[in-house]
């Protein structure tokens, strides 16, 4: 599930993790969160995390370049519940070169990464579509890690008007 | 338990690289809304789904609260040869919702080139 | 000889004229008066964004489908005492069903009750099926009504109004013309005045019904018309009325009166 890292990149990770843990602030019932990714930020502290603080989690000194990746989400979403989002990685996806895993990253949701894919040179293709949640307006982060181990990624600013996570009856 | 459903080209030939559609009915409860009735309703959303063919797992994803309720996964895989396709996933409460799908791909063709 | 009209009298035929002609404009609607015309009538798709629009044309896709799925399969499922499915009796909904969601609510002779057809799928699973019932709002009950409304898929809306049905019709009509809530507002002054016009990002619709059950994008997951009508009540901040209100059924109706001729239309997402 994790790719493969140093031990020394592998520890600042862990260690990212479990202090991360601890801020929970809203509650997630379930203490085996298969994805230790999927953890709820600390709502206390309630400001926009900045892209630092978004790829931190993922992006550990590694190479990570803004190329190459094709995010596409509609500049204004209807409602926050269901936002159409597609992404294209440039990548040949042979065996040799290929991406291993695509990050979806929110700036203002209460957990910030909304999906990771695990991808490979079967695939053919590093493309690919889903529905996110937003709760507001925000920027959205495509992080893609290549197999050489370096990241690519891209951005997109989303209004919504109608945010998820807010309940309206 | 849930119903998926899939969609794949009608025809495949090998060496295609083609997409596939798979919605998956699930709530994605998020754990931060409520019912009609005004309960809290508890965090229950798919923790990974895969794609198996071939005895390999060939598409994973591992959703959060940030996947819409009853999510569409689109992606591509490249078509070698015939096989069954087994989706399966896993949601908090330890439901396992699979579907499966006898893909069918079609020798290449000498005279045709195949797509990418 | 004519006798002096005295000021006094003049008043008094003036405002015994004012007061008359206020009756006469102030009655309720002739059942005749629409405020839309039939040939202005327009779907709320007409109103809503791209993004709705490719999800509702998405044949696969659409959210709304996996209920549909669902549907299908709960016809065939034998339920209850009977030992029946509904496909025992009703057979296909292609033939059985088609045309039923265009008329109603309509009065269910036996009760002389408005139903809606949520209520007319309930009373039958219990009653014919002699099966557990189906809560108002429930999958299966959202599922079936999905189901049994695509049958009538693009047929024109013709509900009845005539006999018992009458007085159902106006006071759903009376409803909808009436101030309500914190916001003092009637439905009419949105839906039927200002149709088009925006309401911070959204455009207001004509509240049309054709589209129900919808799937609801902001509740995730497909919704009866009962349940937005409710929630148009939460819009404009007043007391919303229980479930099965008689109310729901009598607005129902009358906003089916009201878009006579637009086609059903499922299924359907919606914000």
């Known amino acids: 599930m994790l790719p493969s890292l140093s031990r020394r990149d592998y520890l600042i990770r862990f260690l990212q993790t479990t202090v991360g843990a601890w801020g929970v602030g809203v509650g997630l019932t379930n203490a085996q969160d298969m994805s230790v990714l999927g953890r709820v930020q600390d709502l206390s502290d309630a400001r926009l995390r900045n892209f630092e603080e978004m790829v931190a989690p993922y992006v550990v000194r590694q190479t990570m370049k803004h190329e190459g990746v094709t995010l596409s989400l509609p500049m204004l979403a209807d409602n926050g519940h269901l936002v159409p989002l597609s992404l294209k990685v440039d990548s040949p996806m042979t065996e040799a070169s290929h991406v291993t895993h695509i990050y979806l990253i929110s700036q203002r949701n209460p957990v910030p990464l909304m999906a990771m894919f695990v991808l490979g040179p079967w695939n053919g293709r590093a493309e690919l579509s889903m529905r996110v949640r937003l709760s507001g307006t925000q920027m959205v982060v495509a992080l893609a890690r290549l197999s050489d181990g370096t990241f690519r990624y891209e951005t997109q600013e989303v209004v919504v008007t109608e945010a998820a996570c807010i309940d309206n009856g | 338990m849930t119903t998926a459903r899939l969609q794949v080209p009608n025809r495949i030939i090998e060496g295609d690289v083609f997409k596939l559609r798979l919605l998956v009915q699930h709530p994605m409860d998020s754990g931060f809304l409520r019912d009609l009735e005004g309960v809290l309703v508890k965090r229950n959303v798919i923790r990974h789904l895969q794609c198996i063919l071939h005895d390999k797992e060939v598409f994973r994803v591992e959703p959060t609260t940030g996947t819409s309720a009853n999510p569409l996964f689109e992606f591509y895989l490249r078509a070698t040869h015939s096989g069954e396709l087994y989706f399966r996933w896993v949601d908090d409460k330890g439901y396992i919702g699979e579907l499966r799908h006898n893909l069918v791909v079609e020798p290449a063709n000498q005279s045709q080139a195949p797509k990418s | 000889m004519l006798l002096p009209i005295t000021a006094l009298k003049r008043c008094c035929v003036f405002w015994g004229l004012a007061w008359l002609g206020m009756l006469v404009f102030a009655a309720p609607l002739h059942a005749q008066q629409r405020l839309i015309a039939l040939d202005k009538l327009q779907s709320g798709l007409a109103f809503t964004g791209p993004e709705i629009l490719d999800l509702q044309a998405d044949d696969f896709a659409n959210p709304a489908l996996p209920a549909m799925d669902k549907g299908a399969k709960l016809w065939k499922q034998v339920a209850g005492k009977s030992d029946k499915s509904c496909q025992s009796c009703h057979g296909e909904t292609s033939a059985s069903m088609k045309g039923v969601a265009t008329r109603y609510p309509a009065i269910d002779k036996a009760s002389g009750q408005l139903f809606n057809l949520e209520d007319r799928i309930r009373q039958c699973r219990q009653k014919n099926q002699k099966a557990s019932e189906w809560p108002l709002e429930s999958d299966e009950l959202l599922a079936m009504t999905l189901f049994v409304t695509s049958a009538s898929n693009g047929m024109p809306i013709k509900a009845s109004v005539e006999g018992k049905a009458q007085s159902h019709f106006e006071a759903g009509q009376k409803i909808f013309m009436t101030r309500q809530g914190q916001m003092n507002l009637a439905c009419t002054q949105c839906h039927d005045q200002r149709y088009g016009i925006k309401l911070f990002t959204d455009k207001l619709s004509q509240g049309q019904p054709n589209a129900y059950p919808a799937y609801r994008i902001e509740w995730q997951r497909l919704a009866s018309l009962e349940r937005r009508l409710r929630f148009c009540y939460t819009g404009v901040k007043a007391e919303v009325p229980a479930w099965g ?14 878009a006579q001729g637009l086609s059903i239309e499922v299924p359907s997402v919606r914000k």
Not at chain 3, 245 to 258: A, F, G, N, P
């Open chain 3, 245 to 258: 209100h008689k109310d729901m059924r009598d607005i129902s109706l009358y906003l089916m009166w009201r």
